[in-house]
């Protein structure tokens, strides 16, 4: 199998696609001025107490404040609670963590109002981002993670990933770690750890206490309160701190920041792999030239399309998501009913498992399977979902098929289920249902030419339009495009682009920057 990860950087947001084998598996869309991250850390404010909850509600400096329950103020919470102290008294001179003496850990079976007060300070970190109405989750229990090791502050232990079988290679990795790290701190070794030599674990072991001590030294020199503190790497670089593996055949991103900042990323983790990362620079959007625009298209909405005619309806609810599973215009096989059932119930588990991952769904899912009476293709059916979704990085739990044909499935949701809308909306009309004649549209782009040329003084530059339209530009030997550079000059450049619509046009400078041509009043 071949993995292949394209990253589309654009001004607003960035946009991250897994292929495995040519195909979309994975897609992660965020904007670049996200305020909240899975992995951020807070210095916050505790702003309200729920003792009918157990819980409190802090601030963290955004429009909603943040959940935070008692359970996850953390076993050491009166060893963060007395060093933050610590911290913030001494301005100039940082405290060392090493210094700093173990109390007793925080009962379970407390209460929040006899542990917190309105107006405390407290050092929280992100670990479910906001979804729907509710506002971010919270935990006390601070973790700083990387390629093989995780970092926790006041823990001091050291555990191994139980995917980590062989019982020399466990001893060998926690006699290594405990001989490395400092005191009052615990690590977990990940799975990937595994068969790793000393100096590289020690670099990265290095690399995460500087994270620590940049993290607590911003806590002791801001007096801004609530303060971001310590921010998690960019998504592309912490989706490939968990995804990556040696098979991958290539990153192709188009932004040169990025690729220097991935490049440098896996110098660290893995210098034999540096080579794999491309930069983009054809004019062609990146993920049209790979194939993403037009699976996107086809893997998001209501209504998903898989072999032989059957389809899936996945509908979302605030509760859980439900999904159907119909066997639309499937020719009926001649040996039954049952194996007709089978076969299309089989398919929809391989689309199922790939949509789960794609869409990021997680809490409860409900998929309604067509009805099977023999108990051994039902078992089939239930060992196919399971084997699909081992893949799944997401921590999943799934139930044998109900007798009324359901299999119940929950999937851990850190953050909200990613969704495109596959449906348009008209950029001609802006949904007023009255657009200018179509036949007008050169005449529309030419006028545009023209006024980036003559009057805004940028001559180099690129027309993204439909790839029908952009083909009815080209067409001919004295095409359309032909005539505006003999006007205007070489510098006009026509591409086609997927992801527009068919009267809807972007320009982008030499740089690729997009420039904002479109005018609401051009419709009426």
Known sequence: MTSEVIIDVQPKDISIALLEDKQLVEYQQEQRTASFSVGNIYVAKVKKLMPGLNACFVDVGAERVAFLHYLDLGSQ??????????????????????KAHIQPELPKGGSIANTLKVGQEILVQIVKEPINTKG?????????????????????????????????????????????????????VRTVAEGKRAAELDAELKILLKRWEDAITKVQKTTERPQLCFEEESRAVALLRDLFNPTYDGIHVNDSGVHDEIKNYLGLIAPEKKDIIKLYNGTVPIFDNFNVTKQLKSGFGKTVNYKHGAYLIIEHTEAMHVVDVNSGTRIKKENGQE?????????????????????????????????????????????????????????????????FGLMQITRQRVRPAMS?????????????????????????????????????????????????????????????????QMKYGLGVRVIPSQKLAFLQYEFYDSDKQFIDMQEEIETK
């Open 339 to 403: 194996a007709n059932a089978l076969e299309t119930n089989l398919g929809a588990a391989d689309e199922l498992a790939r949509q789960l991952r794609l869409r990021d769904m997680g809490g409860i899912i409900v998929v309604d399977f067509i009805d099977m009476k023999l108990p051994e293709d039902r078992q089939l059916l239930y060992e196919r979902m399971c084997k699909n979704m081992q893949k799944d990085r997401a921590k999943h739990n799934i139930l044998p098929l109900s007798k």
């Open 420 to 484: 495109v809308n596959v449906e348009e909306v008209c950029p001609t009309c802006f949904g007023k249902g009255t657009i200018k004649s179509s036949i007008l549209f050169t005449d529309t782009l030419e006028n545009k030419i023209d006024t980036l040329v003559n009057k805004i003084g940028i001559h180099k530059f690129y027309l993204h339009v439909h790839p029908y339209v952009a083909a009815f530009i080209n067409k001919g030997v004295f095409s359309l495009k032909r005539q505006w």
């Open 136 to 188: 971010p989750r919270l935990t006390c229990e601070l973790s700083f993670a990387g390629r093989y090791l995780v970092l926790i502050p006041f823990d001091d232990s050291v555990s191994v990933s139980t995917k980590i079988k062989r019982g020399e290679e466990r001893s060998r990795l926690k006699q290594l770690i405990q001989s490395i790290k400092p005191k009052n701190f615990g690590v977990i």
């Open 77 to 98: 919470f009166y060893s963060y609670e007395k060093y933050l102290k610590q911290v913030v008294s001494d301005r100039k001179k940082l405290y060392p963590i090493q």
